[in-house]
């Protein structure tokens, strides 16, 4: 079988269906949690959306790294790019700071 879902003249990759469904899921998690902490519930979305654009980032750095130089050097990079990241923007990439 397939990971396909077929629709008349549509086909559906299920695989992208689960990572959107797992993304919004995750959201509503957040948004409970936040609740329950007493901190504002709109951060929720923000932080799973920050979570799906880094990793996207990562994910596309670690591709090309990997295909026009090595796998080896890729992981190295990831780790890399995260540190400098947590060093040099502990806020986020589009973060603003706490008070």
Same mark, same amino acid.
């Given at each position: ?79 890399? *790019?995260?540190?400098? *990241? ?14």
């Amino acid at each position: 079988m397939l990971p396909e879902i077929h629709l008349g003249p549509f086909t559906l990759q299920t695989f992208g269906l689960m990572f959107a469904l797992s993304f919004v899921v995750a959201g509503a998690i957040i948004h409970r949690r936040l609740g329950e902490l007493g901190k504002p519930q709109d951060w929720a979305y923000e932080m799973a959306f920050a979570a799906l654009i880094g990793g996207l980032i990562l994910g596309m750095i670690d591709s090309v790294v990997t295909t026009t130089i090595s796998g080896d050097i890729a992981i190295i990079l990831s780790f890399v *790019v995260i540190f400098l *990241v947590l060093v040099f923007r502990p806020s986020g990439l589009f973060g603003q700071k706490w008070d």
